[in-house]
């Protein structure tokens, strides 16, 4: 029996952030920089730029990792499957931009982790079944338990970006939405 490289974008992503991690542990947390949206952007700062999608590779530390893949270890290879590995590597990519966009638009806060991309799998693959003209009773239910959770949430205080769980969530039901009236085609 031979181990297989089955899901290249989502064991490659995972990797690559357990080495940023690593890496932000043995220089204390300076190379973390380079992984987290700030609540003020330059628009002069090409750093800046490359953070608003960086951010869902960096990680606070190990438990916040292990939190985030423990779904995208469950979840990215069924949906790199369903949909191919560039267009889950676009759709990852699309919800890190605009969760980090809307981060600096609307929020005080800073933004670091894969969470939107977390809610992103959990509300496309609640979708795989979705046919046309049908929505699947499963992702009415995700959208209750886990973004009706998350917006309840976002009034109270931690160090949760409640807003990055819920814009990944919408770019995930958008993704499905788009992906499902193809019937089963790759997007």
């Known amino acids: 029996m031979n181990l297989q490289y089955n899901a290249p974008v989502t064991l490659t992503y995972t990797f690559v952030c357990c080495a940023i991690l690593a890496i932000s542990t043995i220089t204390a947390g300076t190379f973390m920089t380079l992984f987290t949206v700030y609540p003020t952007m330059s628009l002069t700062n090409p750093v800046d730029y490359f953070r608003l999608f960086s ?21 990215g290879p069924m949906l790199e499957e369903k949909y191919g590995s560039s267009n889950l590597l676009t759709m990852m990519f699309l919800t890190a931009l605009v969760t980090g966009i809307l981060n600096v638009l609307l929020f005080s806060n800073g933004l670091l982790g894969a969470s939107g991309v977390v809610f992103m799998m ?15 009773l499963t992702f009415v239910l995700v959208v209750v338990l ?42």
């Not at 959990?122 to 979705?130: K, Q, V």
């Not at 309840?152 to 970006?161: E, P």
């Open 55 to 75: 951010h869902a590779m960096g990680h606070g530390d190990w438990n916040h990792l292990l939190s985030n893949f423990t779904f995208i270890l469950l979840l």
């Open 146 to 187: 886990f973004l009706g959770k998350e917006a309840l949430n976002i009034f109270t205080t931690n160090n949760v970006s409640e807003a990055a769980h819920i814009i990944g969530g919408i770019c995930g039901a958008v993704f499905g939405f788009m992906g499902g009236s193809a019937e089963g085609k790759k997007v």
């Open 122 to 136: 959990i509300l496309l693959s609640s979708m795989t079944n979705l046919r046309q003209g049908k929505v699947p």
